[in-house]
């Protein structure tokens, strides 16, 4: 979702203060100096406007996280969203999931989002999706043993060829929801989800939601 | 799906000629001589009232069908429907996916069928399931290597039970859909879904019907 004709968007992002990390790959394996402490570090892989991981943030101070958004002019977005709130446990990237492994070093990661992805819907593109096989295994790389990656979508096609995808790559299903906003708790009450602006549009309009968690099998 | 009150039940079942099997034990290892040839042999497991695995039949005449149902009330529906048809790739047996084993050689099936099975919802008796690990080694045994297993249900939550379930087992995932009869084919065109007699009515509702093909990775 690049959005066009952002004004003076170099100069904003340059001018952006810290909360946009300029050089990733220079912290490669030390992500908790920047954020003074070794609390673990979630990551949000196409965060786009950051209704999702900014209120993770507000919501979880003794989690670090990490926004990666390709597009600049979507990140800018979520950066003035950010920018005024006083947190502490959120950085934002302009970067490609491509590029993951010049960012992160073995295990530095405790777990991954992704929310809404791009289906690439035709089948010369399938291997952009980031549910593929493209990027799977530096998820693996990145993500320490015991963690999970999250992934929700709308699209019914995304979701039936990521559960393909997944189990391919031997991967472990720890939960799953074909309905995730009408999702009960033991007691019967709704869960209290934390939605990307997409998501609260699409829910708002009776659609499904799909939900799955995945971990890696590290053998 | 018990049914009540059916008159004469025994008397019907035993007079019923051939069609429905008396002693399925005895052909453990020899069901090819009841079929009089060596086709492959398809097993729907809960066949209800017979409506998909009959149309199976009168389509594929190179594949031998057996039909197991629990419930003699409801077999004897299946029965009602099949006995002018003279199709003679398909037999029915009165019998519960527990005793498998002592009906069936290893490698004896190339295809299992589970439609609509009984969801069981309540925690206690998820054991009972079709789609659990109390069957997933008794099917494993019976199907021969290449072959693969379809399960359709309307059942959101026995669907989301059963790809848990068949993950932690290690299967393969074949094939996936999250609403079968509005899958097109590559051309465009609705599939042609042989359906059971519930699933008719469900669908003409507008409901999804959940399906998904699985294989063991015989190792």
Redesign the interface.
């Known amino acids: 979702m690049r959005r066009r004709g952002v004004k003076n968007l170099d100069k904003r992002l340059e001018e952006s203060s810290n909360l946009i990390v300029k050089d990733p790959i220079s912290l490669k394996g030390k992500w908790n100096t920047l954020f003074n402490n070794n609390n673990p570090i979630y990551l949000e892989i196409g965060m786009g406007k950051g209704d999702f991981i900014i209120e993770q943030a507000k919501r979880n101070p003794n989690i670090n996280y990490i926004g990666l958004e390709k597009f600049p002019s979507v990140l800018i977005v979520a950066y003035d969203k950010l920018k005024d709130l006083g947190l502490t446990n959120l950085y934002l990237v302009v970067a490609d999931a491509t590029n993951l492994l010049d960012m992160f070093e073995e295990n530095e990661v405790s777990k991954i989002y992704l929310n809404f992805s791009d289906p690439w819907p035709k089948k010369r593109h399938i291997k952009r999706r980031l549910t593929s096989n493209t990027f799977l295994p530096k998820y693996e790389v990145i993500l320490n043993n015991s963690s999970t990656m999250e992934f929700k979508t709308d699209n019914?096609e995304l979701?039936?060829y990521s559960?393909?995808s997944f189990?391919?790559y031997?991967m472990?299903?720890?939960?799953?929801?074909?309905?995730l906003h009408n999702r009960l708790d033991d007691k019967g009450n709704l869960l209290d989800i934390i939605s990307t602006e997409y998501e609260k549009k699409f829910v708002s309009k009776g659609n499904k939601i799909?939900f799955i968690e995945v971990g890696f099998n590290h053998e």
């Open positions: 019914q979701f039936e559960i393909i189990n391919e031997k472990k299903f720890i939960d799953i929801s074909l309905d799909y």
